[in-house]
């Protein structure tokens, strides 16, 4: 089976390069935080601590979005192929067999993606330790290392990550037809995750009600937790979402209808809110911040803490925008089949593009009101804690800018890639 | 008799090179069942697609109750085909996350047009699926779900049906089930039917056949029977076997 995997590796490619990005910048990150650790050995203590504390908290928010990332895609490359799956079934491949072939193929990429990634983490680790050095955390006279720990950590986190989501995948797959997945293990996941961020919110609003920046901590990571909690809760939002915009969406005919009836693509929502929901929660906690620090004398390293955070969510937005358009092209192409059939059954190219754009405005509605939801966890108890008022004195230009930039994405990543696929005669489209 | 579906002088080559049709000039009139045989490979699905305006021609004419097809854009084509013209596939395409009423009225409602129900039912209710409107094609038998891609291709009431190779996944009975229909259609309703298929059996339910051999016509048979048909394709063989 592990042959079947190469082979499959080799032929379409395509359906790996999602799970690949995912995995090589998730690599590329880690690699990058864990080298600070490699940088800390044999250091002065403040140099180390710095080195540490960095790693432990930028390196941990990687971890958990890019477990996150790489499941998310996985089960989307592993479920668009049910229908191989099947085949190789019917032709006497047994369970543990195609278990193989998943978890072989998922390891290989995770394999590639991983070494591909040391040279971006080698670099990233030096712009991170050159960034210390600015802001006078880390000694000058400390080089940049690259060693064991860094390589360890971006091997195995990817390898692991990617194993257990090849697994949980591969069982649900194998299973007898194809099972529903299972929404009681993931809502329960959904509750902890929103759990943590409350906890997080309260301890920030009251333990660091007063300690002036220090509050960002555990801000920044309720708004996070909150994000990765309601991501969880995808299917149910665009639910609710699709309920809400129904009659609107009728209006457009039958490609509303269609639209309405469709596969729900909730694998999208999850990067659009994420990228929302931290996006959202930094650019005003940090807006919060710049408008409390005015005239206040501030600690020395409230500079070098708010270039952190931004370096670390600049990175994770980057991350997840990546993420959001490659679920998108991956879930777009894979309907060729299905927009081939609407197209045999009458539909113009148009509407199918028409059908296409409505579902993202679905996706982009659920994401980016979900997201706004999560940042709220980040906003509200930083507010009473920094400004000592729970709703900001801020305009809601940033969040449009934001919002805007979520639609952007997603317009361009679906409509661009319904175009493609919509291309040549539906005909031949139908049998591929 | 007025001719529903007139072809002329059709070219087909794919990309590949490989030439489908080579000139093929045939007429379908109004109120006819006409079954199209021929070896596989020789043109059978590729002229189907572009008398139905699913494909374009490389060459030639299509007309389709006066209309021409083949002078529109690919969009004028599909809003053209989805009311005037019905096709019926092999593998059946319906949509799988639809029910079966939902798929039947969609060409109407991609069309703008709203679906009369109650001729909806009453449609699946000929075909003996008045019980199964709400059902997803996946619970569906493969007959059955034959039957609703049938409804679908009635449903908006065109002047020709096209059937490729309809019961070629069928068992015995449902395919004679679904024979039985199509004549029905074109005898009972006045409708016109072109039909693939490679079962001599099958094509002695229409009333003539035509015959295709490497993308040309090979000739035609009037009122067939399974054994007449059968001799013809074993000749064709023949001839085809001897060109080449
Ligand atoms: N999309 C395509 N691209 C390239 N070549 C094609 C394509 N579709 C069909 N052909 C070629 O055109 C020729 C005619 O094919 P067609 O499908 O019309 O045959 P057919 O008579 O329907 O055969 P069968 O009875 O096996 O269904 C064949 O040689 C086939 O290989
Ligand atoms: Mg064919």
Redesign the pocket.
């Known amino acids: 089976m592990i042959a079947v995997a190469l082979r499959n590796l080799r032929h379409r490619p395509g359906g790996f390069i999602a799970t690949f990005l995912s995995a090589f910048l998730g690599a590329a990150l880690i690699m990058a935080f864990a080298s600070l650790i490699d940088t800390a050995t044999g250091v002065d203590a403040a140099s180390n601590e710095s080195l540490v504390t960095t790693a432990g908290v930028g390196g941990g928010w990687c971890l958990v979005i890019v477990a996150f990332a790489v499941t998310s895609t996985l089960t989307l490359a592993v479920r668009q192929r049910d229908q191989q799956i099947a085949l190789l079934r019917s032709v006497g491949a047994t369970g543990p067999q195609v278990r193989r072939m998943i978890v072989g193929e998922a390891l290989l990429v995770a394999l590639l993606a991983a070494a591909v990634a040391v040279p971006v983490g080698w670099l990233l680790g030096r712009v991170l330790v050159k960034l210390l050095h600015n802001t006078g955390q880390v000694a000058s006279t400390i080089d940049p290392a690259f060693g064991v720990t860094a390589l360890s950590a971006g091997f195995g986190v990817t390898l692991l990550g990617s194993l257990a989501a090849a697994f949980a995948t591969a069982r649900r797959t194998s299973a007898h037809g194809r099972k529903k997945q299972r929404p009681l293990l993931r809502r329960i996941g959904a509750g902890l995750f929103l759990l943590i961020g409350t906890n997080c919110a309260i301890l920030t609003a009251t333990l660091m009600d007063g300690k002036g920046i220090d509050a960002m901590q555990t801000a920044g990571q309720a708004g996070i937790w909150a994000s990765i909690g309601l991501a969880l809760l995808a299917p149910e939002l665009l639910r609710l979402v699709t309920a809400a915009l129904g009659p609107v969406v009728r209006l457009f005919g039958a490609p509303g209808e269609l639209a309405l009836r469709g596969p729900r693509l909730s694998a999208a929502v999850m990067p659009v809110l994420l990228f929302t929901g931290i996006a959202t929660g930094t650019v005003y906690m940090q807006g919060i911040e710049d408008r409390a620090a005015v005239g206040q004398i501030e600690p020395d390293y409230a500079q070098d803490i708010q270039t952190l955070n931004y370096v670390v969510v600049g990175m994770i937005t980057l991350f997840v925008a990546i993420m959001l358009v490659n679920t998108l092209i991956a879930a777009t192409t894979h309907r060729r089949r299905e927009f081939a059939q609407q197209r045999l059954a009458g539909a113009t190219r148009g509407q199918v593009t028409a059908m296409v754009a409505l579902e993202g405005v679905l996706i982009t509605a659920t994401g980016v009101l979900g997201g706004l939801l999560a940042s709220l966890f980040t906003i509200l108890p930083f507010g009473s804690a920094r400004a000592d008022r729970i709703w900001p004195d801020a305009s809601p230009a940033a969040f449009g800018i934001v919002a805007a930039i979520a639609v952007v994405l997603t317009a361009s990543a679906v409509v661009q890639t319904t175009r493609r696929t919509l291309h040549g005669p539906a005909t ?1 489209a139908v049998r591929a | 008799m007025t001719d529903i579906v007139s072809l002329e002088s059709l070219y087909k080559t ?3 090179g ?1 030439t ?1 049709l080579d000139g093929v000039t045939a007429t379908f009139p109004a109120g006819s069942f006409t079954a199209v045989m ?1 070896p ?8 189907l697609q572009c008398a139905a305006g699913l494909d374009r021609p490389t060459g030639g004419r299509v007309f389709i109750d006066g209309a021409e097809l083949t002078a529109t854009s690919d969009t004028a084509m599909t809003k053209f085909r989805r009311t005037r013209v019905g096709f019926v596939f092999q593998d059946y395409n319906l949509l799988p996350a639809l029910t079966v009423e939902q798929n039947v009225v969609l060409p109407l409602r991609l069309a703008g047009r709203r679906a009369d129900r109650l001729r909806v039912r009453e449609i699946l209710d000929r075909l003996g699926l008045g019980d199964r409107l709400g059902e997803l094609p996946e619970r569906l038998s493969g007959g059955q779900r034959q039957r609703v891609a049938i409804a679908r291709a009635l449903v908006a009431e065109p002047a020709v049906i096209f059937a490729d ?1 309809p019961t070629g996944a069928l068992d015995l009975r449902s395919a004679r089930e679904v024979l039985t229909l199509l004549r029905s259609i074109v005898h009972e309703h006045g409708r016109t039917v072109v039909m ?1 298929t ?1 079962d001599p059996v099958a094509a002695a339910y229409a009333d003539s056949v035509l015959f ?1 051999a490497d993308g040309r016509l090979a000739g035609s048979l009037r009122a067939p029977t399974a054994d007449a048909v059968a001799e013809r394709l074993a000749h064709l063989g023949d001839r085809v076997g001897v060109a080449a």
């Open positions: 031949t | 794919y990309d590949g490989v489908a021929g596989s490979g020789s043109g059978k699905s590729t002229l190779e693939v490679h295709l």
